[in-house]
T-cell receptor
Framework: AQTVTQSQPEMSVQEAETVTLSCTYD???????LFWYKQPPSRQMILVIR??????QNATENRFSVNFQKAAKSFSLKISDSQLGDAAMYFC??????FGAGTRLTVKP | GAVVSQHPSRVICKSGTSVKIECRSL??????MFWYRQFPKQSLMLMAT?????????EQGVEKDKFLINHASLTLSTLTVTSAHPEDSSFYIC???????????????FGPGTRLTVL
């Protein structure tokens, strides 16, 4: 089984600023996907971004981008120009859909 | 985008009774379905993975006789909590995986969750 670790239980960012959420993982697979999900108070899981391990280029989706360091098994999420609607729980997930402990992001106006 | 539904969204039952939760992929066929439970302010804990027509694979520590999973078709999976007790009260979430042949990749869609309260 793959393991995923998020070491930041809570993070806070000022509106319009940039914040980075950390995630490390462990896998024996050579090719795999990694994911960041957002869970707002409604508890509906929303896919934020997906990274394919064999792609060296970091994935980007509008204001969301990842810093994927395969050798270090690190997969951090950068949120640029933070908005109030970004406030939520963020979970990193492995290819076999196991989740990290989560990071609660607060956005201050 | 693709939609996954869960029914019921909320259920309250008496201790000792069984409760069935349905998970449906509404506009796609799911190769694999996953069941999670989530306690307040905690992460999603994977309970089991199921493929249509075969037995579910349970995570270590999850009682398969307690949490019965049936994956009868490519669009429906059910989780039955048997002889429920107050400690089974939790938020249960399913997700369905689909392989998009056009893009050559898997994608996962989550249901809205079911809140189970056992009195």
């Amino acid at each position: 089984a793959q393991t995923v670790t998020q070491s930041q239980p809570e993070m806070s960012v000022q509106e319009a600023e940039t914040v980075t959420l950390s995630c490390t993982y462990d896998t024996s697979e050579s090719d795999y996907y990694l994911f960041w999900y957002k869970q707002p108070p409604s508890r509906q899981m929303i896919l934020v971004i997906r990274q394919e391990a064999y792609k060296q280029q970091n994935a980007t989706e509008n204001r969301f981008s990842v810093n994927f360091q395969k050798a270090a098994k690190s997969f951090s999420l950068k949120i640029s120009d933070s908005q109030l609607g970004d406030a939520a729980m963020y979970f990193c997930a492995s290819n076999d859909m196991r989740f990290g402990a989560g990071t609660r992001l607060t956005v201050k106006p | 985008g693709a939609v996954v539904s869960q029914h019921p969204s909320r259920v309250i039952c008496k201790s000792g009774t069984s409760v069935k939760i349905e998970c449906r992929s509404l506009d796609f066929q799911a190769t694999t379905m996953f069941w999670y439970r989530q306690f307040p302010k905690q992460s999603l804990m994977l309970m089991a993975t199921s493929n249509e027509g075969s037995k579910a694979t349970y995570e270590q520590g999850v009682e398969k006789d307690k949490f019965l999973i049936n994956h009868a078709s490519l669009t429906l999976s059910t989780l039955t909590v048997t002889s429920a007790h107050p400690e089974d009260s939790s938020f249960y979430i399913c997700s369905a995986r689909v392989f998009w042949t056009s893009g050559g990749y898997n994608e996962q869609f989550f249901g809205p969750g079911t809140r189970l309260t056992v009195l």
